[in-house]
């Protein structure tokens, strides 16, 4: 399945609401503007994170040998960390309209993206466009943890092709 629910947790807050039929002393309707203050958590200390369990046995893994966990979710945006058990594979999962950013913090994990396959290790980033198939795999006994940035569009994405010199081509 798809990581968290990236599409509930990045919905933008109301922050702005009409107030009605207000007239200005001349008779001229006026619309107030009434915002709302959001108070948003600036740090996310890693004791403190809520692991989900996300495996799934119909991919061969129990569900603790992936776990998720979310940090931030500010407008649009989804921030979290996401940890695989070594010999763990995530399954095949498509990002709908979210784009998905992944850097390494431990570990190795292989990466199917679009049918092309590629190994990521400790310090490398990767990402997934919108309207992309992709799935995780840890193929050694080393547990990967990474840290991922999911973010949501609102309109159509186009993808730049990737260089030919590029380690992912």
């Not at 996310?44 to 603790?64: H, L, T």
């Not at 679009?114 to 466009?129: E, I, R, V, W």
């Given at each position: 399945?798809?990581?968290?629910?990236?599409?509930?947790?990045?919905?933008?807050?109301?922050?702005?609401?009409?107030?009605?039929?207000d007239k200005d002393d001349t008779g001229t309707k006026v619309t107030k503007i009434v915002k709302r203050e959001m108070v948003i958590?600036?740090?996310?200390?890693?004791?403190?994170?809520?692991?989900?369990?996300?495996?799934?046995?119909?991919?061969?893994?129990?569900?603790?040998?992936?776990?998720?966990?979310?940090?931030?979710?500010?407008?649009?945006?989804?921030?979290?960390?996401?940890?695989?058990?070594?010999?763990?594979?995530?399954?095949?999962?498509?990002?709908?309209?979210?784009?998905?950013?992944?850097?390494?913090?431990?570990?190795?994990?292989?990466v199917t993206l679009n049918g092309q396959l590629f190994t990521a290790?400790?310090?490398?980033?990767?990402?997934?466009?919108?309207?992309?198939?992709?799935?995780?795999?840890?193929?050694?006994?080393?547990?990967?943890?990474?840290?991922?940035?999911?973010?949501?569009?609102?309109?159509?994405?186009?993808?730049?092709?990737?260089?030919?010199?590029?380690?992912?081509?």
């Amino acid at each position: 399945g798809a990581l968290g629910d990236a599409d509930e947790d990045m919905k933008d807050p109301q922050i702005a609401s009409s107030s009605g039929d207000d007239k200005d002393d001349t008779g001229t309707k006026v619309t107030k503007i009434v915002k709302r203050e959001m108070v948003i958590e600036c740090i996310a200390p890693y004791e403190k994170y809520k692991w989900k369990n996300i495996g799934d046995m119909k991919d061969g893994v129990r569900s603790d040998n992936i776990q998720y966990a979310t940090a931030f979710s500010p407008p649009y945006h989804l921030q979290s960390i996401l940890r695989m058990q070594g010999h763990s594979k995530k399954g095949s999962s498509k990002t709908t309209n979210n784009t998905m950013i992944f850097i390494v913090l431990q570990g190795a994990v292989t990466v199917t993206l679009n049918g092309q396959l590629f190994t990521a290790k400790k310090g490398d980033s990767f990402f997934f466009p919108a309207q992309s198939t992709y799935d995780l795999s840890n193929e050694w006994d080393e547990t990967v943890e990474m840290s991922l940035l999911q973010f949501h569009y609102q309109q159509e994405m186009c993808c730049v092709p990737v260089d030919p010199d590029s380690t992912l081509a």
